[in-house]
């Protein structure tokens, strides 16, 4: 058990927590929202990931690389990140417009089937069209605390009924919600593929399971909520593999690692029954009808 | 004529509410319509604020445009006319202020929002003192205070207020509707008044409605509705 073998796996447990957290926030955000949770949100973290691939093969063909590089790679970096996300924001939109919007009055149950269907559509999609710095997570914050369009978007999670009343219009705020949510997947989708250069068209379904945990876990709707989560999920599941190989040491067990996620779900499990509205939930809903 | 609504028809599902309604209001004018619980009063602002659809051969005018081209944000944000729902309906996880700011959305005359949310508070200085306050934990006369000076900042051509007397203390009461008065004749705002409490809304406005079962069966000038012996009967307890 050496200290860099420690070490290494704290950063794991970080860049892991990175991106459930990035991922979780974007759940977290248009389920406080929109009272909505977008199972689609998993995979807009894959085609993040592929418009990541895209963008930054795109810009180095353009700038060139290596001696020839016009520019320095931080800023290419930088640049992939930004046209990313900004493309990804429109994936959102769309997924808003065609998928969700036509359901606001319909049962919640619809709303999630959607989200599931549309989630299988991208994988389908990108099998079918292609065979087969972390994001600065206060200015979130500040941009829903402070803003006028944060203002509405928190109008929005408390009473939607009222929102036109006042002058604002919805399915604006509604679709700005969706592309800032699919922003940050993107973000998610372009660090994964800068430390796991794999990319593959179902790498959204676990990551997008596991960061509705966090999103759960952190409580329903609380967006710094979700972002703690994520990074405590990532730290209790990349920190199990080295516990198990503590304790097997210690009493000559014989645990398998590959029971990683077991241990690691029980825990959460065990943190919901006595938070059952997660670390920084409310237990209350506002929604009625005009 | 600053709002024009002819034979009005709306339904939820299969309940009619409204079976054709007709009313007009001039600029600067106050309106009421009054009728007993489920006449169809909130209905009938709801389909002026475009919150409820309604059904065909349904019309409606503001200044000669078809409001029925309008979706709800526009109708306040680009013809004036807001809506001071039942119940308030604030945002009550928002601040005074915040509630005030977000009703400015859709301006663009940002100097004027200054002069506009100062004036809501000269209206209201109770506002001013609690500005910092999440509005849902006000007392009722204090959002009800909020309610009417958000409408305010989005928009003053024509406010809809919806039972604006409920749950309030003769005092607030009073107190409301001296601003509301105030806001008339400063503002030249017109408002259509919906309430059951049939007395308060008689005496404030100038012309009245009263509707039964989604239908209007009378119509005329305040002061002559008070005295009318059908209307004294049916609202105003003998
Ligand atoms: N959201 C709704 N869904 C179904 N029926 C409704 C709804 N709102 C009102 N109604 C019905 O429409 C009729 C008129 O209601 P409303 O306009 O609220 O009356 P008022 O404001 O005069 O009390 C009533 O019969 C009521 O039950
Ligand atoms: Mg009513």
New interface residues.
């Given amino acids: 058990m050496t200290f860099t073998f420690l070490m290494q796996n704290l950063i794991n447990a970080l860049q892991w927590g990175s991106f459930y957290a990035l991922i979780a926030m974007g759940y977290s955000m248009v389920y406080s929202i929109l009272m909505l949770f977008n199972f689609a949100h998993g995979d807009i973290f894959m085609v993040g990931a592929y418009i990541g691939l895209g963008v930054s093969l795109g810009l180095l063909s353009l700038f060139g690389t290596g001696a020839a590089a016009i520019l320095p790679g931080w800023v290419l970096l930088v640049l992939t990140i930004l046209i990313s996300m900004f493309l990804t924001a429109f994936v959102g939109i769309i997924v808003e417009r065609v998928g969700y919007r036509p359901l606001r009055e319909a049962p919640r149950a619809s709303a999630a089937i959607t989200g599931l269907m549309i989630g299988i559509m991208l994988e389908t999609g990108n099998i079918l069209f292609l065979g087969g710095q972390r994001f600065k997570f206060p200015q979130l914050h500040q941009f829903i605390a402070h803003t006028?369009w944060g203002?509405?978007m928190?109008?929005m999670?408390?009473?939607y009924?009222?929102?036109?009343?006042?002058?604002?219009?919805?399915n604006t705020i509604a679709a700005m919600t969706f592309a800032i949510g699919s922003a940050l997947a993107a973000a998610a989708g372009i660090l994964f593929g800068l430390a796991y250069p794999v990319l593959d068209p179902y790498m959204g379904v676990s990551f997008g399971w596991k960061a509705f945990v966090a999103a759960i876990l952190g409580g329903r709707g609380s967006i710094m909520g979700a972002c703690l989560a994520g990074f405590m999920l990532g730290f209790i599941e990349i920190m199990t593999v080295p516990a198990i190989q503590i304790m097997n040491r210690l009493f000559s067990l014989n645990i398998g690692s590959n029971l990683r996620d077991l241990i690691a779900y029980s825990i959460v499990l065990v943190i919901l029954v006595f938070r059952p509205h997660g670390l920084f939930g409310q237990a209350y809903s506002?929604k009625?009808r005009? | 004529m600053l709002l024009n609504v002819e034979n009005l028809r709306v339904s939820y599902g299969k309940i009619k509410a409204l079976h054709g309604v007709s009313f007009n209001i001039d600029a600067g004018e106050i309106v009421t319509i009054i009728g007993a619980n489920g006449a169809g009063k909130s209905t009938t602002l709801?389909a002026v604020?475009r919150?409820v659809p309604v059904e065909s051969g349904s019309a409606m005018t503001c200044m000669g445009k078809d409001l029925l081209k309008f979706?709800?944000?526009k109708v306040?944000?680009e013809l004036g006319i807001?809506?001071v729902?039942e119940?308030r309906?604030l945002?009550?996880?928002?601040t005074v202020m915040?509630n005030l700011?977000?009703?400015?959305?859709?301006?663009k005359d940002l100097d004027n929002v200054k002069k506009d949310i100062r004036r809501v508070f000269q209206i209201f200085p109770r506002l001013e003192e609690r500005k910092s306050q999440a509005s849902g934990t006000m007392s009722g006369g204090e959002q009800q205070m909020l309610a009417v000076g958000?409408?305010f900042m989005?928009?003053r051509r024509l406010m809809l207020l919806d039972e604006p007397s409920m749950g309030l203390s003769p005092l607030l009461m009073m107190n409301v509707f001296q601003a509301l008065k105030e806001i008339n004749r400063q503002e030249g705002t017109a408002i259509l008044l919906v309430e059951q409490n049939a007395r308060l809304a008689l005496k404030f406005s100038q012309k009245g409605y009263v509707l039964e079962n989604g239908n209007l069966v009378l119509e005329g000038d305040s002061d002559t509705l008070i005295n009318d012996p059908q209307v004294k009967k049916a609202y105003l307890g003998g």
Avoid: C, I, W
């Avoid at chain 2, 700011?101 to 301006?107: G, I, K, S, Y």
């Fill in positions: 006028k203002m509405a928190r109008a999670a408390y009473d009924v009222v929102v036109p009343l006042v002058g604002v219009p919805m506002s009625l005009l | 709801r604020s919150m979706p709800p944000e306040v944000s807001t809506h729902p119940g309906r945002f009550g996880n928002l915040e700011q977000l009703a400015t959305f859709a301006r958000r409408a989005s928009g």
